[in-house]
């Protein structure tokens, strides 16, 4: 099962600042929460993060997980433990466990409260790929081959779809009409035609039409 949560105003603690922390804190970037990343060195990556204040660095190094999570006030809502100290990894979470956190260990499915899948992102669009933690490269190869599926068209596609969405909001009632000029908007071959060429205009003139003649249809 694949979900997003809802983490506006909750904090994220994420223990460990190589590339793996990094792929694993992209996760949570467009979660609301507030980031931690604490490590006693950071990747390029996660302070390209830093720079462009989506994540905070704390540079430390922890000896003794439990103690460090007993030390914290107010506790995290989530931590993440991946560092590469195995040890390390699994006293932080049962530690953080005990306080009621959600927890993931990198080296420790069962202990981990929720697999993070590989997501692709191609523009607004994000594909979550997971193996149930079988198999994280695979994951990771899957996730390459999704990304290179979405296509310029598509972008365009999902773009043309929310205008027309918040313009039948306004023009239509009918739930059920809006939904089938969707549709029709999605699958008409004039408009699939312009979104290839890359007149994203075009498309909306004659997206308009099919608004226009589908009001007065009805």
């Excluded at 430390?60 to 007993?70: A, L, M, P, R, V």
Aim: contains cysteine; charged residues 30%; aromatic residues 4%.
């Amino acid at each position: 099962m694949l979900i997003d949560f809802k983490l506006n105003g909750k904090t994220v603690i994420v223990v460990g600042g190589g590339a793996e922390a990094y792929r694993k804190t992209q996760s949570f970037l467009d979660s609301g929460a507030t980031i931690w990343v604490i490590s006693k060195g950071f990747s390029e990556g996660i302070k390209k993060l830093s720079d462009e204040k989506k994540v905070i660095l704390l540079k430390t190094e922890i000896k003794d997980g439990t103690t460090f999570i007993d030390c914290l006030n107010p506790k995290p809502d989530v931590l993440l433990a991946i560092t590469n100290d195995s040890k390390l990894n699994l006293s932080l979470v049962k530690a953080a466990k005990a306080w009621g956190c959600m927890v993931y260990d990198v080296d420790n499915p069962v202990m981990s409260d929720f697999i993070l899948p590989a997501v692709a992102r191609v523009g607004d669009v994000k594909v979550a790929v997971s193996t149930g933690g079988k198999s994280p490269a695979m994951a990771h190869v899957l996730r390459e081959r999704i990304e290179k599926l979405v296509t310029p068209q598509d972008l365009l596609e999902i773009e043309l779809q929310a205008t027309m969405r918040g313009i039948l909001k306004e023009k239509v009632s009918d739930a059920k009409l809006r939904g089938k000029l969707l549709y029709e908007i999605l699958n008409n071959v004039n408009i699939k035609e312009a979104l290839k060429e890359g007149n994203l205009k075009e498309a909306h003139e004659l997206a308009m039409k099919l608004i226009e003649k589908g009001r007065n249809d009805k």
